[in-house]
């Protein structure tokens, strides 16, 4: 029996001896289809409150919404149709757009309880003939840890009317916070709607949410009470008109058409809020080649009237795609230090499937980490030339390899799987046409003998045109 | 000691906000970085297929239901097993007469003679008896590093202890089993 004195012979031996056996195919994959699908479900789900646009086209028929249509187009340069544009939607910081098309109320001032160091600030409320939305944040005390090995049991809350009738959350996700730092979490919760005549409701927290079980307080109760809305405090919302009459109406910003897989990029809304504007757009298209989320439109850069750079940031796009749609939804925030119009320069990429395309790689009998092996081979995917280059082990983990190719076509990228060897994972890539990619997958050790042979899965192109979009407020 | 680099890659923010938008090829990335690991772990916890496979669709469940919650600081991957341990935990209590397989009895391999023939030809077998034999925590460090191949970084994270303190207290673990079985080879 060999010894064992020397740590990595002792390592494997221990690694060999916790080895359990892998699990069966079909459960991996049907497991991560049911992944995947409840994953996309559930985003869906929770940003039903940013789909008031889909909610305003299904009331109308479409016989009125011929009405309105032509009814704006004549209007359309009057600025009374901006302005009543405005009231049917709006933006309330840390709620998103709401649809105030029923009367609106909303907190009448923010509540803020502290026990035991702990603080929660509900922040904001808003009421409507559909749902109520309550927003809270909490901050820990300076000296909170987490206790080793915790579990935290969220119970979740509920609003408490005064005839003790309790309504349950419906829908909840985490809010960002970065205008709070101390702020450990900012939650938005929904609920029914509170009748009309109710003036205030209980909110009860029994868990502060992902804080561990039996560190924090619990049960909170905190009265809140609601008035009418303040219009000064929503901001309006203005909605893109699409007719087929240009018009004259500042709000006009023109939607790119490009013919390749039916791509088209546009501005919907936007809204203007004190510190700057938040743009809301959309990606569609119409090739099913290309499969839903397969296109990713990224804002390279925005320039002013006068050519300067100006400054944005992601934004909550507020709505997410029907299962199956080919359209995506985008959102980005600008501040008000600008000249208009600005001018968006976006960047189209898409993801297809490969049409095969293979090549061979022996690593031989003993692969060491941040080895490399030339491979110098030109495949064909989708009518272009891919060069694979090289291949190396990364040394991310024992079996990760990585492949190094280059394009002169508009792929920038390319998934690569050895269908005799199921991966352990996969990652890599850079965007960027003509620029060398990488992609790679680790194999499950021990790395199988070579010569090995890995098949083109899918590729990512950089879409050609001109994706610009021009906006003023 | 050995490869420093993590086992487990971590996941980007710019992922779990996407998934969070329900990015199909987000989720993908997602589950393709832990399904296998995470069915390891809890394989290793129950010694069953079935077992294992309900705990981690349990898991992933667990996954999307928290997400929205996750505050992201660099530890998804302490954050998932976190998730994973918890349905152990969880199943442990609600099955009282299951016993974590780790903890089953094994015979001393010291005075069994069926197993003298065993550790004569096959070294493994009595690695794995010593690997029974450790104390509770002991065994979660070599589950987490050898069988979920977490990195000391990550174990730390999901442990609440410092990156040092793992790698030391593995290294310990490791040099008590080579004296181990230098001395049943003696």
């Known amino acids: 029996m060999p010894k064992l004195n020397q740590p990595s012979e002792l390592e494997k031996s221990v690694r060999d001896a916790a080895t359990v056996p892998e699990p069966d195919a079909e459960f991996i994959h049907s497991l991560r289809a049911r992944f995947i699908t409840e994953g996309h479900a559930s985003a869906n789900k929770n940003q039903e409150t940013f789909m008031k646009r889909k909610t305003f086209s299904q009331r109308l028929t479409w016989g009125l919404a011929v009405l309105v249509l032509v009814t704006l187009i004549v209007l359309s340069t009057q600025p009374t149709v901006v302005t009543a544009l405005k009231r049917l939607f709006g933006y309330v910081p840390n709620v998103g757009i709401i649809d105030q098309s029923t009367p609106v109320r909303m907190l009448t001032e923010p509540v803020t309880v502290t026990r035991e160091g702990f603080t929660v600030a509900v922040e904001q409320a808003v009421l409507n003939d559909e749902k109520s939305i309550v927003v809270y944040s909490y901050s820990l005390p300076p000296d909170y840890v987490d206790p080793e090995n915790s579990v935290s049991t969220t119970r979740a809350p509920f609003l408490t009317l005064p005839d003790g009738t309790r309504l349950d959350i419906l829908r909840a996700r985490h809010v960002a916070s970065s205008d709070c730092p101390q702020c450990y979490l900012r939650y938005l919760m929904e609920f029914d709607a509170i009748p009309a005549d109710i003036s205030e409701a209980t909110l009860e927290i029994p868990d502060l949410v992902a804080i561990p079980d039996n560190t924090a307080p619990q049960d909170w109760k905190i009265q809140l009470k609601f008035k009418p809305a303040d219009p000064a405090d929503i901001a309006p919302v203005i909605e893109q008109i699409v007719t087929p009459v240009p018009t004259t109406a500042s709000t006009d910003a023109p939607t790119q058409s490009v013919n390749t897989y039916g791509i088209t990029n546009g501005l919907d809304k936007f809204v203007a809020l004190p510190d700057g504007y938040i743009l809301y757009g959309h990606t569609s298209w119409t090739d099913p080649i290309i499969r839903p989320y397969g296109v990713s439109s990224e804002l390279a850069g925005i320039k002013d009237a006068n050519d300067m750079d100006i400054l944005f940031d992601y934004a909550d796009a507020g709505m997410n795609s029907e299962p199956g749609e080919l359209r995506v939804y985008w959102a980005y925030k600008v501040g008000t230090d600008f000249t208009a119009p600005l001018t968006l320069n976006f960047v189209m990429l898409a993801s297809l499937p490969a049409d095969g395309g293979s090549f061979t790689f022996d690593p031989g009998p003993d692969p060491q980490p941040g080895q490399k092996w030339d491979i110098n081979q030109d495949v064909t995917v989708n009518n272009e030339v891919i060069h694979v280059l090289y291949a190396e082990q990364a040394g991310i983990e024992p079996g990760f390899f990585l492949f190094n190719m280059q394009s002169d076509s508009n792929i920038t990228h390319a998934s690569v799987i050895d269908p005799d060897h199921p991966p352990l994972g996969g990652g890599g890539g850079i965007p960027s046409a003509g620029a060398p990619f990488s992609s790679g997958f680790a194999y499950q050790v021990p790395i199988p003998q070579g010569p090995l042979t890995l098949t083109f899965t899918d590729v990512q192109l950089l879409i050609p045109g001109d994706w610009t979009l021009s906006w003023s407020p | ?186």
């Open chain 2, 1 to 186: 000691m050995e490869n420093e680099e993590p086992r487990q890659v971590e996941i980007e923010l710019k992922t779990i906000t996407h998934a969070l938008a329900g990015d199909e090829a987000a989720l993908a990335r997602i589950y393709d970085a832990y399904a296998r690991p995470i069915y390891r772990y809890h394989y290793s916890r129950v010694g069953n297929a079935p077992d294992a496979e309900d705990l981690t669709s349990q898991t992933f469940m667990a996954v999307l239901e928290a997400l929205p919650r996750y505050q992201h600081r660099g530890r998804f991957t302490a954050w998932m097993f976190q998730i994973a341990r918890n349905k152990v935990m969880d199943h442990f209590r609600k099955n009282p007469g299951m016993k974590d397989v780790t903890e089953e009895s094994v015979a001393d391999p010291l005075q069994s003679e069926a197993l003298e023939a065993i550790y004569q030809r096959e070294s493994k077998t009595h690695l794995k008896a010593l690997l029974h034999l450790l104390e509770d925590d002991e065994r979660e460090l070599i589950r987490l590093r050898f069988t979920a191949e977490l990195s000391f970084v990550q174990i730390g994270q999901l442990l609440g202890r410092s990156e040092d303190a793992v790698r030391k207290s593995i290294r310990r673990i490791l040099d008590r089993l080579a004296v181990q079985m230098e001395a049943q080879n003696a």
